[in-house]
Protein backbone atom coordinates (compact mmCIF):
# COMPACT_ATOMS: atom_id res chain seq x y z
CA UNK A 1 0.00 0.00 0.00
CA UNK A 2 1.69 3.25 -1.21
CA UNK A 3 1.79 6.22 1.42
CA UNK A 4 -0.88 8.65 1.20
CA UNK A 5 0.50 12.01 0.26
CA UNK A 6 0.56 15.15 2.16
CA UNK A 7 -1.95 18.23 1.20
CA UNK A 8 0.03 21.23 1.70
CA UNK A 9 -0.05 23.02 5.06
CA UNK A 10 0.59 27.21 5.42
CA UNK A 11 1.59 27.14 9.52
CA UNK A 12 4.48 24.37 8.12
CA UNK A 13 5.47 26.88 4.70
CA UNK A 14 5.33 29.92 7.40
CA UNK A 15 7.69 27.65 9.84
CA UNK A 16 10.07 26.29 7.14
CA UNK A 17 9.87 29.96 6.04
CA UNK A 18 10.77 31.69 9.29
CA UNK A 19 13.57 28.91 10.24
CA UNK A 20 15.11 28.86 6.37
CA UNK A 21 15.37 33.21 7.33
CA UNK A 22 16.66 32.64 10.73
CA UNK A 23 19.77 30.49 9.61
CA UNK A 24 20.30 32.67 6.89
CA UNK A 25 20.95 35.49 9.04
CA UNK A 26 22.60 33.81 11.76
CA UNK A 27 24.82 32.33 8.61
CA UNK A 28 25.62 35.95 7.35
CA UNK A 29 25.87 38.00 11.08
CA UNK A 30 28.87 35.67 12.19
CA UNK A 31 31.69 38.08 12.67
CA UNK A 32 34.36 38.61 10.37
CA UNK A 33 37.89 39.57 10.51
CA UNK A 34 38.31 43.13 9.56
CA UNK A 35 40.71 43.95 6.88
CA UNK A 36 43.83 46.17 7.16
CA UNK A 37 46.50 47.36 4.45
CA UNK A 38 48.98 49.23 4.13
CA UNK A 39 48.69 52.10 1.14
CA UNK A 40 51.47 54.10 1.46
CA UNK A 41 54.09 55.73 3.64
CA UNK A 42 54.84 59.35 3.32
CA UNK A 43 57.41 61.50 4.92
CA UNK A 44 56.00 64.68 6.66
CA UNK A 45 59.46 65.53 8.43
CA UNK A 46 62.97 64.23 8.06
CA UNK A 47 65.71 65.04 10.55
CA UNK A 48 69.67 64.34 10.60
CA UNK A 49 71.13 65.61 14.18
CA UNK A 50 73.90 63.58 16.41
CA UNK A 51 72.12 60.75 17.51
CA UNK A 52 70.99 59.89 14.11
CA UNK A 53 68.02 60.12 11.81
CA UNK A 54 64.51 60.79 12.88
CA UNK A 55 61.40 60.79 10.51
CA UNK A 56 58.02 61.61 10.79
CA UNK A 57 55.36 59.73 8.61
CA UNK A 58 51.94 59.21 7.46
CA UNK A 59 50.71 55.93 7.18
CA UNK A 60 47.84 55.53 4.88
CA UNK A 61 45.84 52.19 5.96
CA UNK A 62 42.80 50.97 3.69
CA UNK A 63 39.98 49.89 6.41
CA UNK A 64 37.50 46.95 5.72
CA UNK A 65 34.81 46.19 7.75
CA UNK A 66 32.67 43.32 6.39
CA UNK A 67 30.26 42.48 9.05
CA UNK A 68 26.85 43.50 8.95
CA UNK A 69 27.26 45.94 12.16
CA UNK A 70 29.01 48.93 12.52
CA UNK A 71 32.02 48.34 14.88
CA UNK A 72 33.15 51.01 17.67
CA UNK A 73 37.19 51.13 18.62
CA UNK A 74 39.45 52.43 20.87
CA UNK A 75 42.88 54.19 20.32
CA UNK A 76 45.52 52.05 19.60
CA UNK A 77 49.41 52.12 19.47
CA UNK A 78 50.98 50.35 15.89
CA UNK A 79 54.46 49.30 16.90
CA UNK A 80 56.71 49.75 13.65
CA UNK A 81 60.50 47.04 13.99
CA UNK A 82 63.22 46.62 11.43
CA UNK A 83 65.09 43.06 11.88
CA UNK A 84 63.50 42.85 15.27
CA UNK A 85 64.20 46.13 16.79
CA UNK A 86 61.84 48.89 17.60
CA UNK A 87 61.78 51.85 15.62
CA UNK A 88 59.17 53.67 16.39
CA UNK A 89 55.15 53.94 16.52
CA UNK A 90 52.03 55.02 15.05
CA UNK A 91 48.63 56.23 17.07
CA UNK A 92 45.33 55.19 15.55
CA UNK A 93 42.48 57.26 17.08
CA UNK A 94 39.35 55.79 18.39
CA UNK A 95 36.58 55.52 16.25
CA UNK A 96 34.26 53.91 14.25
CA UNK A 97 33.42 52.16 11.30
CA UNK A 98 29.68 51.45 10.10
CA UNK A 99 28.62 47.78 8.61
CA UNK A 100 29.99 46.73 5.02
CA UNK A 101 31.98 49.72 4.06
CA UNK A 102 35.83 50.65 3.85
CA UNK A 103 37.88 53.39 4.32
CA UNK A 104 41.29 55.00 3.92
CA UNK A 105 43.05 56.92 7.23
CA UNK A 106 45.96 58.15 8.01
CA UNK A 107 47.93 57.38 10.74
CA UNK A 108 50.68 59.63 12.00
CA UNK A 109 53.99 58.09 12.72
CA UNK A 110 57.25 58.58 14.42
CA UNK A 111 60.51 56.76 14.07
CA UNK A 112 63.99 56.79 15.50
CA UNK A 113 66.95 56.18 13.98
CA UNK A 114 69.10 55.81 16.56
CA UNK A 115 68.28 51.95 16.62
CA UNK A 116 68.55 51.25 12.92
CA UNK A 117 72.12 53.07 12.96
CA UNK A 118 73.45 51.61 15.99
CA UNK A 119 72.53 47.74 15.66
CA UNK A 120 71.62 47.53 11.87
CA UNK A 121 73.82 49.81 9.83
CA UNK A 122 75.13 47.15 7.72
CA UNK A 123 71.37 45.85 6.96
CA UNK A 124 70.39 48.71 6.92
CA UNK A 125 72.63 49.95 4.06
CA UNK A 126 72.63 46.51 2.08
CA UNK A 127 68.67 47.07 2.22
CA UNK A 128 68.85 50.37 0.75
CA UNK A 129 71.93 49.09 -2.57
CA UNK A 130 69.15 46.73 -2.68
CA UNK A 131 66.11 48.72 -2.45
CA UNK A 132 64.36 46.32 -0.30
CA UNK A 133 63.59 47.05 3.45
CA UNK A 134 61.40 44.79 5.63
CA UNK A 135 59.16 46.20 8.06
CA UNK A 136 56.88 44.62 10.36
CA UNK A 137 53.86 46.24 12.23
CA UNK A 138 51.89 44.75 14.61
CA UNK A 139 48.98 46.30 16.42
CA UNK A 140 45.63 45.40 18.58
CA UNK A 141 42.68 47.29 18.55
CA UNK A 142 39.89 46.91 20.56
CA UNK A 143 36.20 47.66 20.68
CA UNK A 144 32.62 46.97 20.48
CA UNK A 145 30.30 45.62 17.71
CA UNK A 146 26.27 47.06 19.27
CA UNK A 147 23.86 45.16 17.90
CA UNK A 148 20.39 46.90 19.11
CA UNK A 149 20.03 49.12 21.56
CA UNK A 150 20.89 46.44 24.52
CA UNK A 151 23.66 44.57 23.35
CA UNK A 152 27.42 44.95 22.54
CA UNK A 153 29.34 42.42 21.55
CA UNK A 154 33.36 43.34 22.51
CA UNK A 155 35.88 42.38 20.53
CA UNK A 156 40.07 42.25 19.82
CA UNK A 157 41.52 42.74 16.31
CA UNK A 158 45.29 41.45 16.12
CA UNK A 159 47.07 42.82 13.43
CA UNK A 160 50.59 41.72 11.71
CA UNK A 161 51.92 43.20 8.77
CA UNK A 162 55.18 42.52 7.43
CA UNK A 163 55.47 45.35 4.44
CA UNK A 164 58.43 45.36 1.91
CA UNK A 165 59.21 48.67 0.88
CA UNK A 166 61.90 50.88 -0.96
CA UNK A 167 64.12 52.66 1.46
CA UNK A 168 64.82 55.53 -0.88
CA UNK A 169 61.30 56.15 -2.16
CA UNK A 170 59.32 54.13 0.31
CA UNK A 171 57.03 53.43 -1.97
CA UNK A 172 55.52 50.02 -1.08
CA UNK A 173 56.54 46.75 -3.26
CA UNK A 174 54.64 43.85 -1.36
CA UNK A 175 53.00 42.96 1.93
CA UNK A 176 51.50 39.99 4.01
CA UNK A 177 48.60 40.91 6.44
CA UNK A 178 47.14 38.94 8.92
CA UNK A 179 44.41 39.78 11.05
CA UNK A 180 43.09 37.53 14.06
CA UNK A 181 39.55 37.97 15.88
CA UNK A 182 39.36 37.05 19.45
CA UNK A 183 35.90 37.68 20.83
CA UNK A 184 34.65 37.95 24.29
CA UNK A 185 31.74 36.66 25.83
CA UNK A 186 30.85 38.60 28.64
CA UNK A 187 29.95 42.36 27.88
Given at each position: MAPKPRQWSWPSAAVGAIIGATTAALVSAKPLDPTFELISIDITSFKLNLTGIDAELIITVHLNNPNIVSVNYNSATMSIS??????????????????????????????????????????????????????????????????????????????????????????????????????????
Open positions: YDGSTLGSAQLEAGSQPARTCRVIRLPARLSGLELLAHHKARFMADVAKREMLIDARVDVDGAARVGLWWEHRFRVHVESRVLVDPVFLDVIEQDNKSEMELFVTN
